[in-house]
């Protein structure tokens, strides 16, 4: 790792096979806390290549613990965290409004590092408890439409870093590197970056992998789409620039997106979105997420009809009776687990 470290300080870049290797050496745990530390302060100093992502994003592969759910149309709802706006659980809120309108969502994710709740605390907040079990995750997503993978469970690599992760308290690339190492390798995502950088950098390795990407920015900074801003969406077939008008929505404010300081006040306003008291804001920055997942599915919706299905799966409810299925079949006794 010295050695690496001090290539990398002299503005050299890894290959693809170069960041394969480290991060299997990580899975490993051959490295201690301190240069885990200062190779991730690397990228904060510095963007990280094309190659170094995807060689990353090979080695966790490799290790994962691979799942077969039998769900080729399923989707994958995902920000990449790390814009410092402690928003709500808006992604995952938008996985029970997409599986509220009839769809399947095999959801990625992990607690939070750079910010107060990430989906697995939001989720464990309501006696949610992970498991790796195929024949659980498959029966969530058959009687619910919605399965969750706790990201340590499946990528040893994620579960090695977090407790520098969590120390550091600040964005890093393994914040890059979740939304593309889903152990089930989903061809749908909907995925939110936090800079058009990194856009660019997804659709480059979702057109070389062939997944079928929607890659959603508002230019305001936010990893989703937050009608506080006009906002990006990417394709593999192009670009464009849309406000919340565009989706016959009302445009909100920063301030309306806020999470709360701990996990219970995120888990609060989690809930208060999903039975529809929450904010016009809130519902709305949901509604546009999940619209845009269901677009990814099925481009021939057309936006009108996906901001319909969306806005009806929240507010008759559908989407709340989804949530409250799979917190009842994810809420089993330790003794249930094997």
Same mark, same amino acid.
């Given at each position: ?41 690397? %990228? ?11 060689? %990353? ?7 994962? &613990?691979?799942?077969?759910?039998? !769900? ?5 709802? &995902? ?15 938008? /996985? %029970? ?19 107060? @709740? ?21 029966? @969530?997503?058959?009687? /619910? ?5 706790? !990201?340590?469970? %499946? ?57 079928? /990407?929607?890659?959603?920015? @508002? ?13 990006? &969406? ?8 849309? *406000? ?34 929450? @904010? ?5 920055? &949901? ?40 917190? *009842? ?10």
């Amino acid at each position: 790792m010295n050695r690496i470290l001090s290539n990398l300080f002299e503005h050299k870049s890894l290959s693809r096979t170069e960041a394969r290797d480290i991060m299997l050496n990580i899975a490993d745990g051959r490295y201690n806390d301190n240069q885990l530390s200062a190779f991730m302060t690397v %990228f904060l100093m510095r963007s990280i290549t094309p190659d170094e992502l995807t060689g %990353f994003r090979d080695a966790i592969l490799m290790r994962r &613990v691979a799942v077969d759910l039998g !769900a080729p149309d399923a989707i994958d709802i &995902v920000g990449t965290g790390g814009d410092g706006k402690n928003t709500f659980n808006i992604s995952t809120a938008s /996985c %029970f409004v997409v599986a509220g309108a009839g769809r399947k969502v095999v959801k990625h994710g992990n607690y939070g590092a750079s910010s107060v @709740s990430g989906a697995s605390n939001v989720l464990e907040q309501h006696g949610v408890k992970f498991t790796a079990d195929p024949e659980r995750l498959r029966r @969530s997503l058959d009687e /619910c439409g919605v399965t969750f993978l706790h !990201a340590p469970f %499946f990528s040893p690599a994620l579960k090695s870093v977090g407790p520098v992760r969590r120390s550091l308290r600040m964005r890093t690339f393994f914040n890059m590197l979740g939304p593309l190492v889903n152990p089930t390798l989903p061809r749908n995502q909907l995925l939110g970056v936090y800079n058009l950088k990194l856009m660019r950098l997804y659709r480059y390795i979702a057109q070389n992998e062939h997944i079928n /990407c929607t890659i959603v920015h @508002s230019l305001d900074g936010y990893d989703e789409i937050s009608l506080t801003s006009p906002f990006k &969406v990417a394709t593999n077939t192009g670009e464009k620039v849309l *406000e919340a008008a565009d989706l016959g929505l009302a445009p909100g404010r920063q301030e309306d997106l806020y999470g709360g300081d701990t996990v219970e006040e995120a888990a609060a306003v989690f809930d208060d979105v999903l039975s529809g008291k929450a @904010s016009e804001a809130k519902r709305n920055c &949901v509604i546009a997420n999940a619209a845009f997942a269901l677009l990814t599915l099925e481009p021939g919706l057309g936006v009108e009809k996906a901001v319909a299905e969306a806005k009806a799966s929240l507010e008759e409810g559908a989407a709340l009776d989804r949530f409250r299925r799979f917190v *009842e079949l994810n809420n089993f006794l330790e003794k249930d687990k094997t």
